[in-house]
C-alpha cells in the first residue's frame, strides 16, 4: 500500500476551502487537451525518457479574497529535460521541473509532492497564484500522465484500491481526515465511476485525534467522459448510517481523471477531488488509486 502521510499545504488549502463562498464551480473538461495521438506507451513521472507525455489533472482552486472551484489542469511534461507546461484554462505556467519537482515563473509555482509514494502517473499536487509578491488563490489536486481518452475502455470493469485525505467544515471548526483510503469501481461500458473514501484519522490539527461526524465520504453514479469522469451522487456516512452534514442547499463538485496504462490495456491509475458545500457545512476529499 503506498504511503499515506498527508502534505499539511493541501490539507490547509483543502480546510480553508469549506470557510469560502463557493462560486462558479463546475465540472472540469472531460478531455483533457494535449497531444491528439495516442501514445505507443506511457512513462512515469519520474522516467528520464526522451519522451513528452501529456499532463493533466483536477483541483480544487481557493481565492484567498473568497470563493472556490473545481479547475482541469493540462499541458505536457518532457520527462529527460523536465520542461512542463501547465494550463488551467486562465493561465499557463511554463518552466523546468527543479530536484523536487516544483517550478515558478514568479506570477505561479507547482510542486508536485513526494508525500503520496507509490504510484507511477499520479501525484498530488499544489499550485499557487501570486499577485505583487502576495498569494492570492492556491490550487489542491492530482495531476500526472493522464490516459489518452482513446485508450480508455468502453466495456469491462476495473477496480482501484489507494489513498485518501479530506476536511470537515461544520460548526464552525473545520476538522483534517487523514490516513485514509479509497476504493474506486469503475463500469467502463456503462461509462461510470463510484468513488469511496474512508478510514480517516480524524485531526484538528496532525497528531491532535478528535471524534468525526463522518466515517465515509463517497460519490456514486460519476460519469466517464475521455479520461476524466465528474458529477454523481454524493453521500457521507458514520457507522453505516447516512449522515447529512451539509445540510439544505447542497452543491457537490467531484472530478477525477485516468492515468497511464497497465499490461491490461486499462488505466493503471486515478484520482481526483471533491467538494460538498450546503447551510450547516462542508465536505471535501482527495484521492490517488490503482
Known sequence: MPTKRPHAIILSILSLALLSFISGCGAPDGNQPGNDTPPSSYEALDST????STFGGTGLKLSISGGASLVALNGSLTHDTK????????????????????VSDGNRQLQLT????????????YLFYTSGGTVDSAVAGVGGVVTHPSHVPTSGNGTYVGVAMGAIGKDGRVIELTNGYSTVEVDFGAGTADVMLTGFTPEFDIGSKISSPLDTIAVNGMNIS???FSGGTFITTKDGTVVNITGANTDTFAGGNFYGIDNNGIPDEVGGIILSTGDAGSVSGMFIAD
Open 226 to 228: 475521455g479520461n476524466a
Open 49 to 52: 525518457a526522451s519522451v513528452t
Open 83 to 102: 520542461a512542463i507546461t501547465v494550463s488551467d484554462g486562465t493561465y499557463t505556467l511554463v518552466g523546468v521541473l527543479n530536484g523536487t519537482g516544483g
Open 114 to 125: 513526494t508525500d503520496i509514494n507509490g504510484y507511477q502517473y499520479a501525484q498530488s499536487f
